[in-house]
């Protein structure tokens, strides 16, 4: 790109101590709009000296902050809230060419959330419980004190890099903690505008920004700094980070992959399931780890759940994040284009593409509504997690296979069961090895509740008291009664 070129592109910068800077050596990185397929802005491409900067701040404003009563942490929070909601329509248009994501649904599904789960932390601060004192050996009181664990190095994903940024620094800052955050490297203008906001509000260093990519990421995680690492992102990234947080003990948080078993048992109402798994697993062109992506119906009602769900893949929609149409936008960058092109260019004979399939358009990355039937469960699509608008369907004959094929997978953060069954809901529900389980829904969310899975989806909590207490640490403190 030329000089002149670049200098018509946005200009995004690192939020370090209240202020924003350049890369200290000015390497910059370019962010693609991934509707368009061509840059739209430059963010710093951080280096050593950026993440020392940005720990200092951070380790400076620790005390200060961790010795706020909750009550006051809990007002900057709900501050943050309020102008997030007053500038909703400015986050939901930067977050758009982000990502290419439709602009109502961000509107409609994102911002509510965000802003009830910032507030959810936000009373969280208050509520720290604990066993009550008493007397465990004669003449000594025993009680609990709850801590926030000290600076936080917090990296976040490119399919919600918005919401997942609340998710990291929310908890984080209800429990005393200051953070650095990194969004990805192809998504960082939300996270350089929530900084922007953020930091009119909050003490300086307590929350601060830098962009870059993995290098910078690892750079982080491997500084003296911080007290925990917290990364939302592949297994790979994941086994990254816990090794390197391994050699200084960090504590990690670790919320990675998935492949979402969606099982529909033959008294399930095909329909509402068919819909319902759709949208579930076409929502943010199945940029999501939760996605309902790997269908297990019974043998019974195979065919004609698999007509159904062709059908609902080929009526839904992908488009311009302004046409209130579609149902998702591009993938995310043009590497994540080649890798759900590659899964499908790679199927096996047995396998059968049942609705899409392809790239749509040659502007951008937007993928087709995908349905993929024929499948075994050794198929790399079924085994392997795809990100992206496809949807594998599987059959099996009894409850046993189901469960078999279900949790026979590495990943194991969420999954569904589609029956009018009762008792067998409830039987599913504990055999399945998986962080969440939603019965005849699936992906809705609530601040109030944990999510997180198991396996090498990884470990820890988000959101609900779970997520919260993940921000701190337990110390035992014992007095003598006789002084």
Not at 147 to 173: D, H, R, S, T
Not at 231 to 252: H, P, Y
């Amino acid at each position: 790109m030329s000089t002149s070129e670049l200098g018509r592109l946005r200009k995004l910068r690192n939020y370090v101590d209240g202020e924003f800077k350049d890369a200290a050596d000015g390497r910059t990185t370019e962010v693609v709009n991934p509707a368009t397929g061509e840059a739209y802005a430059t963010a710093p491409l951080s280096a050593q000296a950026d993440v020392d900067a940005a720990m200092a701040a951070a380790e400076a404003a620790f005390p200060a902050w961790r010795d706020l009563v909750p009550g006051e942490r809990q007002k900057y929070l709900l501050k943050i809230a309020d102008a997030f909601e007053e500038r909703a329509e400015e986050l939901i248009a930067v977050e758009s060419e982000n990502c290419g994501k439709p602009l109502g649904l961000t509107r409609s599904e994102e911002i509510p959330m965000m802003l009830d789960q910032i507030r959810f932390f936000a009373g969280a601060a208050r509520m720290l419980e604990g066993r009550s004192g008493g007397e465990y050996m004669e003449g000594l009181t025993s009680f609990v004190r709850r801590e926030p664990i000290g600076v936080c190095a917090q990296v976040a994903p490119w399919n919600y890099p918005m919401m997942m940024g609340v998710w990291k620094f929310a908890p984080a800052l209800a429990a005393g903690n200051t953070v650095v955050l990194k969004p990805s490297d192809t998504t960082p203008a939300s996270t350089v505008l929530m900084a922007e906001i953020i930091g009119s509000i909050v003490p300086k260093g307590v929350f601060n920004v830098v962009c870059g990519d993995r290098d910078t990421g690892r750079l982080m995680v491997e500084h003296k700094t911080p007290a925990m690492a917290s990364i939302t992102g592949s297994v790979r990234a994941g086994m990254q980070v816990a090794e390197s947080a391994a050699k200084d003990l960090k504590r990690v948080h670790l919320e990675l992959g998935g492949k979402a078993p969606v099982v529909v048992f033959e008294d399930a109402d095909l329909q509402k399931a068919a819909e319902g798994i759709a949208e579930a697993g076409y929502f943010n062109a199945g940029q999501d780890c939760t996605a309902a992506t790997r269908v297990l119906v019974h043998e019974s009602v195979h065919d004609e759940f698999v007509t159904a769900l062709a059908k609902i893949a080929a009526e839904t929609k992908t488009g311009a994040a302004d046409d209130e149409d579609v149902l998702y936008g591009p993938l995310n960058n043009a590497n994540q284009l080649k890798q759900v092109t590659g899964f499908i260019d790679r199927l096996p004979a047995h396998a059968k593409v049942e609705a899409g399939g392809h790239r749509v358009g040659e502007q951008g990355y937007f993928y087709a509504p995908t349905v993929v039937s024929g499948l075994k469960q050794d198929d790399e699509i079924v085994q392997n997690e795809v990100f992206g608008p496809v949807i594998t369907v599987q059959s099996f004959t009894d409850e046993d296979q189901a469960v078999s094929y279900a949790n026979g997978v590495e990943y194991a953060l969420a999954s569904s069961v589609w029956t009018k069954d009762h008792g067998r809901a409830m039987r599913m529900s504990k055999v399945l090895d998986f962080g969440c389980v939603w019965i005849n829904t699936h992906i809705p969310l609530v601040a109030e509740m944990p999510h997180g899975g198991f396996k090498k989806s990884g470990y820890g909590k988000d959101l609900s008291a779970y997520g919260f207490d993940d921000y701190t640490r337990i110390k035992h403190v014992m007095t003598s009664l006789d002084a």
